[in-house]
């Protein structure tokens, strides 16, 4: 079982920066693959970044260049690092965690969620 806490949303004026958190409890963390997802009004989720335990990286091609995932298995904790922040990724964001790389990359899917923190992004 794996529990995960978001925190570090808020609101932010376009071109401004923002850090997520998302805590993890449990041993076994550095074994995930991490995810951070988000999800606008009236639309589906969407993978943003993605870090596998190995240290594979991916990004959604919306984000690229302005938003940086890492993660500190000696804290449990994955980061999302967004610059440049527009209205358009106004969002709540949910990290997510799955033993498997592509479950979360190619199935945009996790066996544990977190319960989202909201990012509001004002032009």
């Known amino acids: 079982q794996v529990q995960l806490v978001e925190s570090g949303g808020g609101l932010v004026q376009a071109g401004g920066s923002l850090r997520l958190s998302c805590a993890a409890s449990g041993r076994t963390f550095s074994s995930y693959a991490m995810g951070w997802f988000r999800q606008a009004p009236g639309k589906e989720r969407e993978l943003v970044a993605a870090?596998?335990?190995?240290?594979?990286?991916y990004y959604a091609d919306s984000v690229k260049g302005r938003f940086t995932i890492s993660r500190d298995n000696a804290k449990n904790t994955v980061y999302l690092q967004m610059n440049s922040l527009q209205p358009e990724d106004t969002a709540v964001y949910y990290c997510?965690?799955?033993?498997?790389?592509?479950?979360?990359?190619?199935?945009?899917?996790?066996?544990?969620w977190g319960q989202g923190t909201q990012v509001t992004v004002s032009s």
């Open positions: 870090k596998g335990s190995g240290g594979s990286t």
């Open positions: 997510g965690a799955d033993p498997l790389t592509k479950t979360i990359v190619v199935l945009s899917r996790a066996q544990y």
